[in-house]
């Protein structure tokens, strides 16, 4: 699903971001990404969503080759991928619905489809009932619910979360990450970056460690001190 060959990204003279790095993430993994700030976690996860392109190396994400990537396929790529950050990014002056609804508008489909579809990711992400609410009247765990039913509603491939925990606090933050767990359940691959070491040891999850932009360890039940 995510294959990255002997990449290195360098932004300036003074060193490199990512060093070299190769990663093998398989369909319906959930991997979580570790390490200090400045190891370079948002790189690769910007290396990824293609804001950045690497200074050498191969990236191929569902079998697309990034080498290959002309700017006006990046939209099409974008739908493969969905994003929820630490601050949610909602649009406050629109409701739950039309938050996540704005992700389909954009891409074309019909009011009947949206009608259709915007409920049901709602449901999966334990929002039902608050699809009139606006942003401003949700806690901050349902906000990143919202986020993540707006990353997941055109059904990606791939769910990245960005620190999707670091604005809440432990009860909330749980709820965010069974939903994770959830839509991975349901077969999108996932890859979540934290500090949160209670979550990262009681996940049991894939964890790449990245320190001065290498991976220094890659362990199935991983934990994270
Ligand atoms: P993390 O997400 O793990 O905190 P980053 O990927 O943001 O790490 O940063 C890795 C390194 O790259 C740091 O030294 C950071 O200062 C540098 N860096 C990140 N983004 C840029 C940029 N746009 N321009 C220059 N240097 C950057």
Do not use: C
Request: overall charge positive.
């Amino acid at each position: 699903m995510i294959l990255l060959d002997r990449v290195t990204k360098t932004y300036s003279k003074k060193g490199a971001a990512l060093e070299r790095i190769s990663l093998h993430v398989e369909p319906k993994e959930f991997v979580i990404i570790v390490g200090h700030s400045g190891a370079g976690k948002s790189t690769l996860l910007k290396l990824l969503t293609r804001e950045e392109k690497p200074t050498s190396g191969k990236i191929l994400v569902g079998g697309i080759d990034y080498e290959r990537l002309k700017d006006r396929d990046i939209p099409y790529l974008r739908r493969k991928i969905g994003v929820v950050f630490q601050d949610f990014k909602l649009l406050p002056a629109k409701t739950v619905f039309e938050n996540v609804a704005f992700a389909l508008e954009i891409v074309g489909l019909s009011n009947r489809e949206i009608k259709h579809t915007v409920p049901k990711v709602l449901d999966l992400v334990g929002l039902k009932g608050k699809e009139d609410s606006y942003p401003s009247e949700l806690s901050g765990g349902e906000r990143q619910r919202v986020a993540i039913a707006r990353a997941v509603v055109r059904q990606p491939k791939i769910l990245i979360a960005d620190e999707p925990t670091g604005n809440l606090d432990p009860k909330h933050a749980w709820d965010v990450i069974r939903v994770l767990e959830k839509i991975n359940h349901y077969g999108t691959t996932v890859l979540l970056t934290t500090h949160n070491q209670e979550i990262v040891n009681k996940l049991k999850r894939r964890v790449v460690t990245i320190d001065g932009g290498h991976i220094v360890s890659d362990k199935a039940g991983g934990s994270y001190k």
